[in-house]
C-alpha cells in the first residue's frame, strides 16, 4: 500500500508509532537515518529535517553542509522487529537544500527522475533483484569473522543446510513489510545464501533492494551471524552476485528487448565502476559463473546478459555481472539509461554467443570484448565517458573516480 501524508499522520496515531526513521542512503547505497518522534512528523513533511551533510560519505564538507530529508510517505512501512507496542515505522526520503533545490547526490532522485522521463516517452521498465550472501559466525566479541554458517552446496536441505530459519525468517519479515518474496535456496558457497522478490518499478525495485540489506543483516544478528554482502569475501569459492533482471514494454506495443540488451552491451564498460564498485568485485569475473565478456544468450549463465526461460511468456533480460556492494539506485538508473540508449538509437543487437565461455579457448575469447580488468581501469573509463557525464551530476562521478 502506498501512503499518501495524511494517512501517514492517520497511521502513526492509531498504530502508537513512538518513532519515525526518515532513511536515506550516501552514494555508495549505504543507508543511514534519523529518528523522530511522532509530534515532528508534520514538520518532517512540510519543512524537512535537517542533517549534517559533511558528516555523509560523497555528500560534501564542512562549507555548505546543511541538508534537509523530506519524507515520502509512498514509502511507510513497519519494521517488524521492533516492539508492537510502541512501534517503529520507516520512510525514505528525498534530499534537499535549504532553500528547497534537490540535492545532486541523491541517488534516488536520480533514479525517480530517469523512470519518470522514461515513463514519458512510453517505456515503463521492471527490475527485479537477486542477492547473494554470505553467512558468518560472530567471535567471542560479537565481531564477524570468516567462518562460515555452514558448509553446504547449492540447494542442499537441513541438516546440512544450516540457513533455513534465517532464510524462513527474513522472508516472513520482508512480506510484512509488503516485499514479497518468491524463492530462497542455499547457494554454492559454504554459508552462502540466495532469496529473490518480486519485480516491480524501478525505483520501488531499488528501494526494496535497499531494505533487504538492512532486513537481511538485522535478521542474521538476531541469530548470533554476520550477513556479507561484498563480492569476494571467501577467496577460492564462488563470489556473491547482485542479478539484475530487466523487462520492458513500450506504448507503441513493440518488443523493444532486443535493443535495449544491444545499449547495455554498449555502456556496460562505461558503468561498470558503478555496477562493480570495489577492488575485489573483479576478482569473480571469469570464474564460478560470473562473466568476464560482453556478450549474450538464451539461459547461458556463463555469459554477461542471459535471456531466461520464461514458460509464463514474461521475457526479460538477465545482467550477471554486478554485485552486492553496488548502489542499487545507481545500477537500475545507468542500466535503464544504456537500455533508453540502445532504443532511441535502433542498436542491433550482436549475434547470441551459444557456447560456455568458461571452458572456450583463447582463440575464441580473443573475440569478445572484456569488462574492464581491475577497479582502477573501469574507473578510467568511466572517467572518460561522456554516456556517464549525461547521467550523472560530475560531483558524484568525481567521487566514484577518484583518481581520475
Same mark, same amino acid.
Given at each position: 500500500?502506498?501512503?499518501?501524508?495524511?494517512?501517514?499522520?492517520?497511521?502513526?496515531?492509531?498504530?502508537? =508509532?513512538?518513532?519515525?526513521?526518515?532513511?536515506?542512503?550516501?552514494?555508495?547505497?549505504?543507508?543511514?537515518?534519523?529518528?523522530?518522534?511522532?509530534?515532528?512528523?508534520?514538520?518532517?513533511?512540510?519543512?524537512?529535517?535537517?542533517?549534517?551533510?559533511?558528516?555523509?560519505?560523497?555528500?560534501?564538507?564542512?562549507?555548505?553542509?546543511?541538508?534537509?530529508?523530506?519524507?515520502?510517505?509512498?514509502?511507510?512501512?513497519?519494521?517488524?522487529?521492533?516492539?508492537?507496542?510502541?512501534?517503529?515505522?520507516?520512510?525514505?526520503?528525498?534530499?534537499?537544500?535549504?532553500?528547497?533545490?534537490?540535492?545532486?547526490?541523491?541517488?534516488?532522485?536520480?533514479?525517480?527522475?530517469?523512470?519518470?522521463?522514461?515513463?514519458?516517452?512510453?517505456?515503463?521498465?521492471?527490475?527485479? !533483484?537477486?542477492?547473494?550472501?554470505?553467512?558468518?559466525?560472530?567471535?567471542?566479541?560479537?565481531?564477524?569473522?570468516?567462518?562460515?554458517?555452514?558448509?553446504?552446496?547449492?540447494?542442499?536441505?537441513?541438516?546440512?543446510?544450516?540457513?533455513?530459519? =534465517?532464510?524462513?525468517?527474513?522472508?516472513?519479515?520482508?512480506?510484512?513489510?509488503?516485499?514479497?518474496?518468491?524463492?530462497?535456496?542455499?547457494?554454492?558457497?559454504?554459508?552462502?545464501?540466495?532469496?529473490?522478490?518480486?519485480?516491480?518499478?524501478?525505483?520501488?525495485?531499488?528501494?526494496?533492494?535497499?531494505?533487504?540489506?538492512? =532486513?537481511?543483516?538485522?535478521?542474521?544478528?538476531?541469530?548470533?551471524?554476520?550477513?556479507?554482502?561484498?563480492?569476494?569475501?571467501?577467496?577460492?569459492?564462488?563470489?556473491?552476485?547482485?542479478?539484475?533482471?530487466?523487462?520492458?514494454?513500450?506504448?507503441?506495443?513493440?518488443?523493444?528487448?532486443?535493443?535495449?540488451?544491444?545499449?547495455?552491451?554498449?555502456?556496460?564498460?562505461?558503468?561498470?565502476?558503478?555496477?562493480?564498485?570495489?577492488?575485489?568485485?573483479?576478482?569473480?569475473?571469469?570464474?564460478?559463473?560470473?562473466?568476464?565478456?560482453? !556478450?549474450?544468450?538464451?539461459?547461458?549463465?556463463?555469459?554477461?546478459?542471459?535471456?531466461?526461460?520464461?514458460?509464463?511468456?514474461?521475457?526479460?533480460?538477465?545482467?550477471? !555481472?554486478?554485485?552486492?556492494?553496488?548502489?542499487?539506485?545507481?545500477?537500475?538508473?545507468?542500466?535503464?539509461?544504456?537500455?533508453?540508449?540502445?532504443?532511441?538509437?535502433?542498436?542491433?543487437?550482436?549475434?547470441?554467443?551459444?557456447?560456455?565461455?568458461?571452458?572456450?579457448?583463447?582463440?575464441?575469447?580473443?573475440?569478445?570484448?572484456?569488462?574492464?580488468? !581491475?577497479?582502477?581501469?573501469?574507473?578510467?573509463?568511466?572517467?572518460?565517458?561522456?554516456?556517464?557525464?549525461?547521467?550523472?551530476?560530475?560531483?558524484?562521478?568525481?567521487?566514484?573516480?577518484?583518481?581520475?
Amino acid at each position: 500500500m502506498k501512503y499518501t501524508v495524511p494517512e501517514v499522520i492517520q497511521y502513526v496515531k492509531e498504530e502508537d =508509532v513512538k518513532f519515525i526513521r526518515l532513511a536515506f542512503c550516501d552514494i555508495y547505497g549505504r543507508q543511514k537515518n534519523i529518528a523522530i518522534m511522532p509530534y515532528e512528523l508534520q514538520r518532517a513533511f512540510s519543512y524537512g529535517i535537517a542533517i549534517d551533510g559533511s558528516a555523509i560519505n560523497g555528500f560534501g564538507d564542512e562549507a555548505r553542509s546543511d541538508l534537509f530529508l523530506y519524507p515520502d510517505p509512498a514509502t511507510l512501512s513497519r519494521l517488524p522487529w521492533r516492539p508492537e507496542s510502541g512501534s517503529v515505522v520507516r520512510m525514505y526520503c528525498d534530499i534537499r537544500h535549504p532553500d528547497g533545490r534537490p540535492f545532486d547526490a541523491d541517488c534516488r532522485r536520480l533514479l525517480k527522475e530517469a523512470q519518470s522521463e522514461a515513463e514519458a516517452k512510453g517505456m515503463y521498465f521492471r527490475f527485479g !533483484s537477486e542477492l547473494e550472501f554470505y553467512l558468518f559466525h560472530l567471535d567471542e566479541q560479537g565481531e564477524p569473522t570468516r567462518i562460515p554458517h555452514d558448509h553446504a552446496g547449492y540447494m542442499d536441505i537441513a541438516p546440512e543446510d544450516r540457513g533455513e530459519n =534465517v532464510r524462513r525468517e527474513i522472508q516472513l519479515t520482508l512480506e510484512q513489510m509488503g516485499i514479497q518474496p518468491e524463492s530462497s535456496h542455499h547457494e554454492e558457497g559454504p554459508g552462502q545464501n540466495e532469496i529473490d522478490f518480486k519485480y516491480s518499478d524501478p525505483l520501488t525495485a531499488a528501494d526494496n533492494a535497499t531494505t533487504f540489506k538492512a =532486513v537481511v543483516r538485522t535478521i542474521a544478528a538476531r541469530h548470533g551471524l554476520c550477513a556479507d554482502f561484498s563480492p569476494k569475501p571467501l577467496p577460492g569459492y564462488p563470489g556473491s552476485g547482485l542479478h539484475i533482471n530487466i523487462s520492458i514494454h513500450t506504448e507503441d506495443g513493440k518488443d523493444h528487448l532486443s535493443e535495449m540488451i544491444a545499449g547495455i552491451m554498449e555502456k556496460v564498460c562505461d558503468i561498470t565502476a558503478f555496477l562493480n564498485p570495489l577492488e575485489n568485485s573483479y576478482e569473480r569475473f571469469g570464474k564460478f559463473k560470473a562473466p568476464k565478456y560482453i !556478450s549474450w544468450s538464451a539461459e547461458n549463465r556463463s555469459q554477461l546478459i542471459r535471456i531466461p526461460a520464461a514458460p509464463d511468456g514474461r521475457r526479460r533480460m538477465e545482467l550477471r !555481472s554486478a554485485d552486492p556492494a553496488a548502489n542499487p539506485y545507481l545500477a537500475f538508473l545507468l542500466l535503464m539509461r544504456a537500455g533508453m540508449f540502445g532504443i532511441d538509437h535502433e542498436l542491433v543487437l550482436p549475434p547470441s554467443t551459444d557456447i560456455n565461455l568458461f571452458n572456450a579457448s583463447t582463440d575464441v575469447l580473443n573475440g569478445f570484448r572484456s569488462l574492464p580488468a !581491475s577497479l582502477e581501469e573501469a574507473r578510467k573509463t568511466a572517467a572518460a565517458s561522456g554516456f556517464v557525464r549525461k547521467c550523472l551530476p560530475a560531483a558524484l562521478t568525481g567521487k566514484y573516480c577518484s583518481n581520475y
